[in-house]
């Protein structure tokens, strides 16, 4: 306690403790000696175990609780919620050492506590999970998972037995049944006791059934026999009866008579007997196999011959009862005896109870008698074992050295024997470490901003190039060329189908003969015929003939569409300086080919920048006003629109609307008109129609007169309810699809905002987000809306249509979306959608903040990983496939327009074109007599011959030449090669030391078998897949040689300040590393292609299918308009029996109907005539009779029976009328005709309707 000892607050009356508990801890120091840090720590602690034996003595639950926490005491496993318990406990334990002279519990004594009580909640617990699994099997009814149950370990069920599993359910359910009727508690389960008894239970019944069916067979068996010996000892020993052995033939005797009465059937009875236990439980035991069970044993029949235990007990005991009456006064004596018995008994109990409460009393003093012994003999113990240890020390350092050097052995040859039994895990460790390593080491080339050289040595085997990569590159290109084949004749398929449609239409109006349309379907079903013939020609014959001629002018057309795709500035140029009209087609044809229909990622790229800069040039050039990109419908916009709506667009269109757009159109019960007047005229005709008279309501009304009926406004309502809840579905279905809106798309409107922005910096984000969304809405998705079967959103048979219901559905839609989509509000003529503003608002800014996300896109470059070595690295060179007729307009464009195009004159393409000379025609491209000069057709011939397609190799006519060290980045390119040959053979940890390092002869050898390896890998290359004959030759050279001119090589870049030597270098270094990340995107950009371009391939081929379809039903409507035709002329007809009339004969025709005009007048048919008054309408009369087509009626008027004019009318025409909202029709340019009710007497006279 004092000061200067720097110790914890100590207390005085704990004095013994700190002595013993400080003493001990100093005793098991080994130098007997406690440093201060020490001796705090443990006064301490001490301290705190002190308090709390003192809130123990107090029992202070709450100090106890506290002192139990106190973090000096440093106890483990210590819980909160299991306070109290622990509190509890050790007020237990405390009372009990202090019964037994211990003063304090010690720091060992409470953890020992607070274990024990930890262990005893977890037990708890585990038992009270178990308790409520039986009790949930028990409600089952399912003996099999109630013993389950019961065999839990954590339940701790004292003799349970499978075999009792039956009788365990049934006395459980009994018993759990039983206490809910007690308790009147319906949840009421079964506790751990009562689960038990009921255990113990059902076992007693079944041990004491089993005892009585073998004591019953016994008797049975017995009396059958006529044996009396074992019939005592069996009532005795198997139904516990008290016999007497002087009776033993009076029971025979009693129990012999008594199964003479029993009825017998052998032939019914099994060996089963049958004992009810506690009086509701049933068990079976076969007599025969001694075989007991509770379950009914399948087709048992019981014994009925046999006595029942019931029957043998009440025999026995009544013959028991008989001989003991008579023995009863014999007995007296022996009542004497027993009652000296218990008084000798009782006295023997008393005697002990006083010894036992005598030694309880001075059980401390025994305890303590006993502790002061044992002690004695253990000090002695310890003291002689101690002094043998002193006097043997040599021998027991020996000892101790064998025991380690046998333990040590016995370890390694353990751990040895571990590793052979573990060889498969431990390689499979040894592997995955290795894996660990290599995936450490590509992180290191891809994220490293300097990757070590040793690191690119393992992974230059990337950047060759395998059999695989030959196979993929050559099914790419044969993919594509398919698919931009099959993009190109669809789209002439298309317009071909187009033009049948309208000389279809002009034959219906016989505008045109049917021999025009049959010429036109020849031609139609010809053209895929000719169309490889032709090429097959053009190959042969034509530029690609083997000439040096020809192939010289093939290189010059190949260089010079090169240079177009990838400067996309002579193009966007190109395009301002044409037509409007003419820069359409130019677009729709040649752009796209050029660029393959953007079918790999190189050719979208390259696409994506000449949409970007010819945008960007229209803006600058053309764009006065920012709204003149949506009034003035620019040329780029137009052509990025129709391009994504294309052949690569229209999947994605597909995806996003196809869904919601077929729910639209199946729902059969959707009627959405928006039109107050067409809502009137619809309700009107219905009346008509439904009453057969004429309405007294105005026919020709405005929007405010058709709102003045409550009829329209409540129908007009009900669209407007039902167009909301479409119109959210498909913005839900647009705003959850910004993923799948064409990259290209998002591009391009991310540039037009920026471009915007540029030029005019005032205008607010609201303004340019209306641009963007009029370009990503309204021009890209609206029309695909409004008309699903004009972009292929759905799938339309042949012949087959949108009914005007279902397209009047859509168009609401579609504008709703159009004004909210541009912010603006239904004002003016469409007031009476005003109610719907407030979600035109709401609306807006959900788009808004759609537009804002779909211009947040990357950079083509980083989206397609694309730079300017791409076209240098990649192993085949881009192809497109080009008519002969676009090159020809593309050459002779270029030629007109080139002082604009091409200003400077040593501009590469004015180099180009001079040496391409003038325009050839098409014979120069198909070969000399190709076509005959003397054909009368040879004009049309080679009109076609001119759509014959072609493929361009496509090359740069200004790649490096041998000994043009001046182009650097094809130096940095060959440098770079050969430095990889070399690292992959001679290592290094940096490329000067390798360079200055002479190789090995061994590296020779290996260097050599990789020349010749690469050497049969390119033999085996397509001839447009091999690289160029320098960058072969340098891949032939020895090692050594290699050497000097990569240090020859980089001295040059060196010079040019493209690589340092005070680097090392490593800036080439760092070079390699990136063609190699680049080759690994670059192989799974190839594989995704490939997928990709077999996806368009199959959606081309289902189009195709589709064409064709149409083609077969166009060929189908000729046929039977050549049938009719043929019908027509053969002059015959059919008679009413089926039989042809001769030429000549008279057709049947069927009566014609007549009116007086005044008579329509009043079925409200003819509503006036002109110049005439109504009384003299009795002198008109109107003959309408049917014509020989179906629905043709001819009209006949004549006044006073002089026939004064004639008309035909067509049905169909009326209801179209009808269709329109027409009401009111002239006939004869002077009556005023009723056309609901016209139609409603024609389907009553002539049709039966």
């Known amino acids: 306690m004092k000061p200067e000892a720097q110790l914890p607050v100590v207390h005085s009356f704990a004095a013994v403790v700190y002595q013993t508990e400080l003493f001990n801890l100093q005793q098991q120091n080994a130098v007997n000696y406690l440093a201060h840090d020490e001796l705090s720590v443990a006064v301490e602690m001490l301290s705190a175990v002190v308090l709390l034996n003192q809130a123990l003595e107090n029992k202070d639950i709450q100090m106890i609780r506290n002192h ?28 009990e050492a202090s019964s037994q002279g211990q003063d304090y519990l010690s720091w060992n004594d409470i953890q020992n506590c607070i274990d024990m009580v930890n262990m005893q909640i977890q037990e708890e617990n585990e038992r009270i999970i178990a308790i409520n699994h039986i009790n949930e099997a028990i409600d089952q009814g399912n003996a099999e998972k109630t013993l389950e149950a019961l065999l839990m370990p954590t339940a701790k069920l004292q003799d349970v037995r499978p075999e009792n599993a039956k009788h365990y359910q049934d006395v459980l359910h009994h018993a759990k049944t039983q206490k809910r009727k007690e308790t009147q508690d319906e949840s009421a389960v079964l506790w751990l006791d009562e689960i038990q008894k009921g255990i113990s239970d059902a076992n007693s019944n079944i041990k004491e059934a089993a005892i009585l069916a073998v004591g019953i067979s016994m008797i049975n068996k017995s009396l059958e026999k006529g044996d009396s010996q074992p019939i005592l000892m069996t009532l005795q020993s198997k139904f516990g009866l008290r016999v007497a052995s002087e009776c033993a033939e009076t029971y025979f005797k009693n129990l012999s008579e008594a199964q003479k009465l029993k009825t017998k059937d052998d032939s019914n009875e099994s060996p089963w007997i049958k004992l009810i236990m506690q009086n509701m439980y049933s068990y079976y035991y076969n007599v025969e196999t001694e075989e007991g069970t509770c379950a009914v044993p399948e087709g048992v029949v019981p014994k009925t011959s046999w006595l029942t235990a019931e029957e043998i007990q009440n025999i026995v005991g009544q013959v028991t009862a008989d001989y003991n009456r008579e023995q009863l006064w014999l007995a007296n004596e022996s009542l004497i005896v027993q009652l000296q018995a218990q008084a000798r008994g009782f006295l023997v109990r008393r005697n002990f109870q006083d010894r036992k409460a005598y ?72 592997a995955f470490l290795r894996a660990n390593k290599a995936r450490e080491d590509y992180r290191t080339l891809i994220g490293a901003e300097n990757p070590p050289l040793p690191v690119l040595r393992k992974f230059a085997y990337l950047l060759d190039q395998s ?5 993929e590159e050559l099914e790419v290109t044969r993919l594509r060329e398919e698919v931009v084949t099959k993009i190109r004749s669809n789209q002439q398929l298309e317009k071909d189908l187009n033009l049948m449609d309208i000389k279809i239409g002009l034959l219906v109006k016989n505008r045109i003969t049917l021999q025009d349309v049959v010429l036109h379907s020849k031609k139609l079903n010809k053209k895929s015929k000719s169309q490889l013939e032709e090429m097959v020609m053009v190959d042969k014959q034509g530029i690609k003939g083997l000439s040096k001629e020809r192939r010289k002018k093939l290189e010059a057309y190949q260089h010079l569409f090169y240079l177009l795709q990838t400067n996309p500035t002579y193009l966007a140029k190109l395009i301002f300086q044409m037509p409007q009209n003419k820069s359409t087609k130019f677009m729709d044809t040649v752009i796209f080919t050029l660029y393959n229909y953007a079918s790999n990622q190189r050719e979208e790229y390259l696409l994506l920048k000449l949409f970007k800069t010819a945008l960007e040039e229209e803006i600058n050039s053309k764009v006065d006003q920012i709204q003149d990109i949506v009034t003035g419908n620019p040329t780029v916009i137009k052509m990025v629109v129709s391009f994504n709506r294309g052949a690569r667009g229209q999947n994605t269109l597909r995806q996003l609307l196809a869904p919601v757009v077929k729910e639209i159109m199946e729902d059969k019960s959707l009627i959405i008109n928006t039109s ?44 407007i309810q039902s167009l909301r809840a479409v119109t959210d579905k498909v913005l839900t279905t647009i705003f959850s699809s910004l993923s799948m809106m064409p990259y290209g798309m998002r591009y391009i409107a991310k540039v037009l905002k920026s471009s915007l922005h540029e030029k005019f910096p005032d205008a607010t984000e609201d303004e340019l987000l209306k641009i963007v969304g009029n370009l990503l809405y309204y021009r890209y998705m609206n029309p695909a809306i409004v008309a699903p079967d004009g972009f292929d959103i759905i799938d339309m048979t042949a012949g087959g249509q949108i ?3 279902q397209r009047r559905n859509l168009g609401c839609v579609a504008k709703v979306l159009q004004h909210a989509a541009s912010n603006k509000l239904f004002e003016g003529e469409s007031e009476h959608l005003s109610s719907m503003n407030t979600y035109l608002s709401q609306t807006y800014q959900k788009f808004r903040n759609f537009f804002q996300a779909a211009c947040d896109v990357p950079e083509p470059e980083e989206k397609f990983n694309i730079d300017e070595y791409s076209d240098m690295v990649t192993l085949s060179k881009p192809v497109i496939y080009i008519s002969i007729e676009e090159i020809i307009n593309t050459h002779s464009l270029l030629l007109e327009h080139q002082d604009a195009i091409a200003t400077e004159p040593n501009d590469l393409l004015n180099e180009l074109l001079e040496g391409l000379g003038p325009v050839p025609d098409v014979e120069s491209f198909l070969g000399e007599g190709s076509v005959d000069p003397n054909d009368p057709n040879r004009e049309s011939t080679l009109n076609q011959l001119a759509k014959t397609e072609i493929s361009l190799s496509l090359t740069s006519k200004y790649e490096l030449r041998e000994g043009e060290d001046q182009d650097l980045k094809s130096l940095m390119i060959k440098t770079k090669r050969l430095i990889v040959d070399m690292i992959r053979t001679q290592p290094g940890d940096t490329l000067s030391e390798i360079l200055e390092t002479t190789a090995t002869a061994q590296q020779e050898s290996e260097h050599s078998k990789l020349v010749e390896k690469r050497a049969i890998l390119d033999s085996k290359t397509p001839e447009k897949m091999k690289r160029s004959q320098s960058i072969f030759e340098d891949g032939q050279l020895p ?45 799974h950009h190839r594989k995704a292609e490939l997928v990709k371009l077999q996806q368009t391939l199959n959606a081309l081929n289902s189009k195709t299918a589709f064409y064709e379809e149409q083609i077969n039903y166009y060929n189908t409507y000729i046929k039977t308009c050549l049938d009719n035709l043929t019908r027509k002329n053969s002059r015959r007809s059919i008679k009413l029996d089926g039989k042809e009339e001769v030429k000549g004969s008279k057709k049947l025709k069927q009566a014609s109907l007549k009116y007086t005009a005044a008579r329509l007048h009043e079925k409200g048919v003819i509503l ?76 009553k006279k002539f049709y039966g309707k």
Request: with cysteine; charged share 30%; proline share 2%.
């Open 803 to 805: 009914h005007p219901d």
């Open 1168 to 1243: 006036e005539i002109e110049d005439l008054q109504t009384n003299q309408f009795k002198n008109v009369m109107f003959d309408i009779t049917p014509g020989e087509e179906v629905g043709d009626f001819e009209i006949k008027a004549k006044f006073l029976g002089v026939e004064m004019e004639k008309v035909q009318l067509h049905f169909q025409d009326l209801l179209q009328m009808q269709y329109e909202g027409v009401a009111v029709m002239k006939m004869f340019d002077k009556a005023k005709v009723n056309v609901n009710l016209l139609i409603f007497l024609l389907n």
């Open 676 to 719: 107050p007047v067409d809502v009137y005229k619809s309700w009107v005709n219905q009346l008509e129609m439904q009453t057969g008279e004429a309405s007294k309501l105005p026919y020709d009304v405005t929007t405010e007169q058709a709102l003045a009926h409550t009829e329209v406004v409540n129908k007009l309502e009900s669209s």
């Open 467 to 471: 059999d695989l990569d030959f196979q």
């Open 359 to 430: 030694l309880q009393n001075q059980e401390p003093s025994a305890i303590k008698i006993q502790a002061f012994w044992k002690g004695f003999k253990q000090r002695k113990s310890y003291v002689d074992r101690l002094k043998v240890l002193q006097s043997n020390v040599a021998a027991i350092v020996k000892i101790q050295s064998w025991v380690k050097m046998w333990l040590a052995r016995t370890a390694y040859r353990k751990r040895l024997q571990y590793f052979k039994d573990h060889n498969e895990e431990i390689v499979k460790i040894q």
């Open 68 to 95: 139990l926490r106190n973090p000096c005491i440093g106890f483990n496993n210590l819980e909160e919620e299991n306070l109290q318990r622990y509190a509890d406990t050790l007020l237990s334990i405390k009372s």
């Open 1039 to 1083: 090692i050594e040689q290699k050497k000097r001119k990569i240090q020859r090589n980089l001295r040059t870049l060196e010079q040019a300040g493209l690589v340092s030597s005070a680097t090392k270098y490593q800036e080439i270094i760092n070079e390699i590393a990136k063609d190699i990340r680049n080759q690994r995107r670059y192989r």
